[in-house]
């Protein structure tokens, strides 16, 4: 267990402290990056982001804007004199590119965030767990994806004081209370596959449900999957060849599917399904989905998911495998 | 050595049975001419004990019981061969008995099941539980464990909240802080390196098994650490009563769970000795290190 941060008697003030009237549309933005078992938290005044990475070609990141909590208070001043002592001790730090200025980072055991969140959620067992079924069914911020789970609201107190200290929480749920306090690591260089480094080459919008359709038919016994944006004609394709033989998924620049579509040089790349795969709870929950593809070849996926307030993001981005030369096997269904 | 006997109350019994089906694989029945005990041990000095005791007129009636040491009877049986017996009385049984039985020169419980078929005629069912003869001896060895009084007593929260609530926490350690004081707020803490988590229950109902001790009121915690999977398979067997088992931990020592059996509804503290015909008693020792 981490050191108990000061005593009783001295007071150590809230770097960061957040109120939440009903935690699941955190646990569901959570479970849709929870194939890792740290996450780094980065908080800042517009709110948290989660993010995780996987074997440095996969990184995700979950937004949860400050207005989405009911009460959402971070002591900038006090992140930067956290921040300025940390400086003093390491003198040769470097900061890191795209970071935001005023914001504390922080790496804590995501797998031990959710259980915690859900400790109220009613008989463990009977959740359902959509990353073990095959195929993806549009599911709810709001719902847990069981029917059978009727409990109330569980609210939730978040609070964090700084480099050091545990990540606390404190929820409750019809009297009953519970504290918890998770232990924090220092954060590593995270891995930055700088996708806006390079032109936005391709770019669409897809509605969720026929990408979630892809996804379903994509044969999970393939290594790879092929992605290809065309300025002509099929103008969206995702591809993958398996044991079982190959399945082909092709889209025209219709308003009926695409919401938008803009592309700047033809470019077929090829990803690691499985590692693709890893956003199909994410794809679950969202409404809209944008693709875009840089002139590196790297793949990020914006998923869209709809909450009270507005929209909220979470992001994928993948980097290709190899760029492939040759077309894949002739197109099949064409949608 | 005879037994023999109707069972009034083969609902009951099977209740009693299914609480038990999950915490081992035998348990030790003791008759006497007034009381029916069930006995489960788990594991000698570390494991969790199971002691029920019930008034026999609660679930036998024209109750024979005959033995050279004081008319009592002490067998050994499988908890799941009397459970699936038991199964076969609750679908429409006219009667039910039981006697001590031998079959092939082993001893069995013989349960008799007679029901009406749909052409009218009466159908019995024998179900033989083989069992194991105690010696009186033998029986004198299992003694419930010894224990100093506990320093604070209470009304358990609904079973099944708790219940819930520990099984999302069993994954975060193998032991399991259990904690009251005598303002009525029991403590749960499970902790690990990387997860601490306490859940407070507050509101319940506390009081004092004994009516002449004076209950100091205040807000000191009392303290045992149990193993975690002796915890949930409590919390996993009620099947009588739920709404009607009292805590008391023995600082150091053990959590002791009571679980009244037969009383209707909720009554609180007040009729926990008026409408029970029995208990279950539930040892869960403090884990050693």
Not at chain 2, 215 to 224: I, L, S
């Amino acid at each position: 267990m981490t050191a108990v941060h000061g005593t009783a008697t001295e007071f150590v003030p809230m770097l960061f402290r957040a109120k939440l009237a009903n935690v699941r549309p955190l646990v569901n933005m959570l479970k849709t990056i929870s194939f890792r078992p740290r996450a780094r938290c980065i908080i800042s005044p517009d709110g948290l982001v989660f993010a995780v990475e996987e074997s440095q070609c996969l990184v995700a990141q979950a937004y949860l804007r400050a207005e989405l909590f009911t009460t959402f208070s971070y002591n900038v001043q006090l992140a930067e004199y956290y921040r300025n002592q940390e400086q003093e001790a390491f003198e040769d730090e470097v900061s890191q590119d795209g970071e935001q200025s005023d914001a504390t980072q922080v790496v804590l055991p995501l797998d031990n965030l959710i259980e915690c969140l859900t400790l109220f959620y009613g008989p463990a067992g009977t959740s359902a767990s959509s990353t073990q079924s095959s195929s993806i069914s549009a599911t709810n911020l709001y719902t847990s994806g069981n029917p059978g789970d009727l409990r109330g609201a569980t609210t939730a107190v978040i609070g964090f004081k700084g480099p050091g200290a545990d990540f606390e929480l404190m929820l409750e749920e019809r009297g009953t209370i519970s504290q918890c306090r998770l232990s924090t690591f220092v954060p590593e260089p995270p891995v930055d596959l700088r996708f806006s480094h390079y032109p936005t080459t391709q770019q669409l919008i897809i509605q969720s449900k026929w990408l979630r359709d892809a996804f379903n038919e994509l044969d999970p016994t393939s290594e790879s999957v092929h992605i290809s944006i065309a300025s002509t004609e099929p103008h969206f394709r995702i591809s993958t060849m398996g044991e079982n033989g190959s399945t082909d998924m092709t889209y025209s620049n219709s308003e009926r599917i695409l919401d938008s579509f803009f592309c700047n040089e033809d470019q077929e790349n090829q990803y690691n399904l499985s590692l693709i795969l890893k956003c199909k709870q994410a794809l679950a929950m969202s409404d809209k989905t944008k693709i875009r593809i840089n002139q590196r070849g790297f793949l990020s996926f914006q998923f869209m998911i709809p909450t009270s307030a507005d929209v909220s993001f979470v992001n994928f981005v993948f980097a290709p495998l190899v760029s492939a030369d040759e077309p894949v096997a002739p197109a099949t269904a064409r949608v | 050595m005879r037994l023999r006997t109707l069972v009034s109350n083969s609902t009951l019994l099977l209740r009693v049975v299914q609480s038990i089906d999950k915490l081992s694989k035998s348990a030790i029945l003791k008759l006497t001419p007034t009381r029916l005990q069930i006995i489960v041990i788990t594991e000698l000095d570390s494991g969790l004990q199971l002691w029920c005791d019930l008034a026999a007129d609660a679930i036998f009636k024209d109750y024979l019981i005959e033995s050279a040491h004081n008319n009592e009877i002490y067998v050994e049986f499988n908890i799941d061969n009397l459970q699936r017996a038991l199964r076969s009385t609750q679908s429409g049984a006219l009667s039910v008995s039981m006697k001590l039985a031998k079959r092939q020169g082993l001893p069995v419980l013989s349960i008799i099941i007679r029901s009406q078929s749909g052409s009218g005629h009466e159908v019995s069912l024998i179900q033989d539980v083989p069992v194991r003869m105690l010696s009186a001896q033998q029986m004198e060895q299992i003694q419930e464990p010894t224990l100093p009084d506990g320093q604070v007593h209470f009304m358990m929260p609904p079973l099944n909240n708790v219940r819930s609530i520990a099984e999302r926490m069993k994954g975060m350690g193998d032991r399991v802080a259990v904690s009251a004081n005598r303002e009525g707020e029991m403590r749960v803490r499970v902790a690990n390196d990387l997860v601490d988590v306490t859940t407070y229950f507050r509101g319940l109902e506390t009081m004092t098994l004994d009516a002449t001790q004076e209950v100091e009121v205040d807000g000191e915690f009392h303290t045992a650490v149990i193993d975690m999977k002796n915890f949930l398979r409590f919390l996993q067997s009620y099947h009588v009563a739920p709404k009607n088992v009292v805590c008391c931990i023995v600082e150091h020592h053990a959590v002791i769970f009571y679980v009244y059996v037969g009383s209707a509804g909720y009554g609180g503290a007040a009729a926990l000795n008026e409408t029970s015909c029995g208990s279950l008693t539930y040892f869960l020792p403090v884990r050693q290190i």
